[in-house]
């Protein structure tokens, strides 16, 4: 990776490692660079104040966590983004979009692409398009799964979901990037938020959410520090989801303590998966893709 | 009845070879309403075009009616993104109307998206107004007003019978009017609501003239342009309204209908 000399990767670096893991050749990297420009947001500031038309660029999160909320009011969080998460390929493609607010959650970096050359890019290399298709399922199938949950279930399963939803996508962006700036490993995750913004991204209350989070904590399924939510044992989170996703009849209206119930038994197995084969295998869009 | 979805795979630049082949091997399903389409058939193995007719995503649970959560409309694809096989164990797919559907197996369907470069793009394009879609209804169903989330449900199903209406040629919608075939507790289920409240911004959009309502049949003409109009609004600004009351709703809607008729 290439860096500068006090250790910080320089905007050609970037580049190459976001084009790099989309298909591109470095040199077609190192070309599209000198077109990019970096933004770089602090903790709550956002987008719009720091460029003027957003809507001229494509952008790519290179770290950090990104908020996207609707346009009036404070703390209506929608979704997030996190690194190698691409946004703006909707206005980009000329199809309508919503003017959304991009407020970073943390310290954010973000390489901004100008929107005539995300366009040639789409119609001249396959590799890329591929990838952007890729990264938008990803992001589309956590959305619809989300709002599901949302819709349908009990305050409780509403926060385990959205603290695994989160876990996921940040866990995600580690298979596209070397670099990591939040703490994360295979199988536990940093989530740089408070309850209060988790609170919101689980449409339950502040009060709820640390109650749930305090019990977690007791069965050492989550850590606890200012502003950050660790989640532990990731692996027995996705046993219990991954069950609960091939139910016919899915459970929206488990209680906290049934939740917990479950990831215990989950770790459980897990120490034992030799004997019981639970069948999960991490889940891969690209072998999905390429499948023939 | 192979000639839209042939159109469709032109537009998205599929080459010819493909295009033989696609047509080769479509299978044509028949669907009531209410039929499940994975139990209708495998699903997962092959690509779903909509030829005719409604579909809805639901979360998968017993109880059909409360848990809808979009609709697809004729001349879209179902299952277009091979990377979200996955989505499968969460929802299906359900009939609202009879619906004619066209299947090509996946198999058919990865091999051109691998070879065939131009068709890739397309359908990336393609798909990014559902991802769009998907954006604002996220965004609407957890911050608007019950009004607020009828009246762009509305206008977006105006929207897309209008995309749909312009795609295929006039005929098949008379030209100020779209008539959304959907009944009352599915479109309330989506939008979040219950019936009754829905039935009654329906009842008060009919008295101002916005919308025709025929009962019995569930089925209610929209006037296109008003609508269009008021989906345009939103795009442009933003906004998402959580307090809007019904009355504030007509009110809205009368003052985007008087300026379309003064401008």
Excluded at chain 2, 195 to 206: D, E, N, P, S, T
Aim: proline share 2%; aromatic share 12%; glycine share 6%.
């Amino acid at each position: 990776m290439r860096k500068t000399k006090d250790g910080y990767v320089d905007k050609d670096g970037m580049c190459l490692e976001i084009f790099a893991r989309s298909g591109l050749h470095d040199k077609d990297g190192i070309s599209l660079s000198r077109q990019a420009s970096v933004i770089y947001l602090f903790k709550n500031q956002s987008l719009a104040d720091v460029i003027e038309d957003v809507e001229s660029n494509v952008y790519c999160i290179y770290s950090g966590l990104l908020s996207v909320n609707i346009r009036e009011g404070e703390g209506r969080e929608l979704y997030y983004l996190s690194k190698g998460s691409w946004f703006g390929e909707d206005w980009a493609m000329q199809q309508p979009s919503i003017p959304f607010r991009y407020i970073a959650t943390r310290q954010c970096t973000l390489v901004a692409l100008k929107t005539n050359e995300f366009r040639n890019l789409i119609n001249n290399n396959a590799k890329f398009v591929r990838y952007m298709w890729e990264v938008s399922a990803i992001w589309s199938w956590r959305a619809i799964e989300m709002s599901i949950v949302l819709k349908h279930s009990e305050a409780d399963f509403r926060i385990f979901f959205g603290l695994f939803n989160l876990a996921e996508l940040i866990n995600s962006s580690n298979q596209y990037q070397e670099t990591s700036d939040l703490q994360c490993d295979s199988n536990s995750v940093d989530l740089p938020l408070t309850h209060a913004q988790l609170a919101r991204y689980c449409r339950a209350s502040r009060a709820r959410t640390t109650s749930l989070l305090g019990q977690l904590r007791k069965e050492g399924l989550v850590d606890l520090s200012y502003g950050v939510v660790t989640i532990l044992n990731l692996s027995a989170w996705r046993i219990v989801l991954h069950t609960w996703r091939n139910q016919d009849n899915p459970w929206y209206k488990l209680s906290g303590e049934e939740l917990i119930k479950l990831l215990r038994i989950s770790m459980l197995r897990q120490m034992n998966s030799d004997v019981v084969n639970w069948g999960y295998q991490p889940f891969s869009f690209s072998a999905r893709f390429h499948q023939t | 009845m192979i000639r839209n979805f042939i159109a469709l795979l032109q537009h998205l630049g599929l080459n010819q070879v493909g295009i033989e082949e696609f047509a080769r091997v479509a299978v044509f399903r028949h669907l009531r309403p209410g039929d499940m389409v994975s139990k209708k058939m495998e699903s997962p193995n092959y690509l779903i075009y909509i030829d005719a007719g409604f579909v809805a995503l639901r979360s998968q649970k017993k109880n059909a009616s409360d848990n809808i959560y979009s609709f697809y409309t004729a001349d879209t694809f179902v299952n277009e993104n091979p990377a979200l096989e996955h989505i499968r164990q969460v929802v299906d797919f359900i009939a609202i109307t009879n619906c004619t559907l066209v299947l090509v197996p996946l198999l058919v369907y990865r091999k051109y998206l691998n070879i065939d470069d131009r068709f890739v793009a397309g359908m990336y394009g393609f798909t990014i107004q559902r991802s769009n879609r998907l954006k604002l209804a996220a965004a609407i169903l957890r911050h608007g007003s019950p009004t607020f989330r009828i009246i762009v449900a509305m206008a977006h199903h105006a929207m897309v019978l209008n995309n749909e209406s312009e795609r295929r040629g006039a005929d098949t919608l008379s030209n100020n009017s779209a008539f959304l075939n959907i009944s009352h507790s599915l479109m309330s289920s989506m939008v979040g609501v219950s019936r009754g409240v829905f039935y009654q911004h329906l009842k008060a959009f009919a008295d101002a003239g916005y919308i025709n309502l025929e009962y019995k049949k569930m089925i209610f003409g929209v006037h296109r342009p008003l609508w269009l109009n008021v989906l345009r609004q939103i795009y442009d600004s933003g906004r998402i309204d959580k307090s809007m009351t019904l009355m504030e709703g007509v009110d809205w809607l009368g003052m985007t209908f008087r300026k379309l008729n003064a401008g």
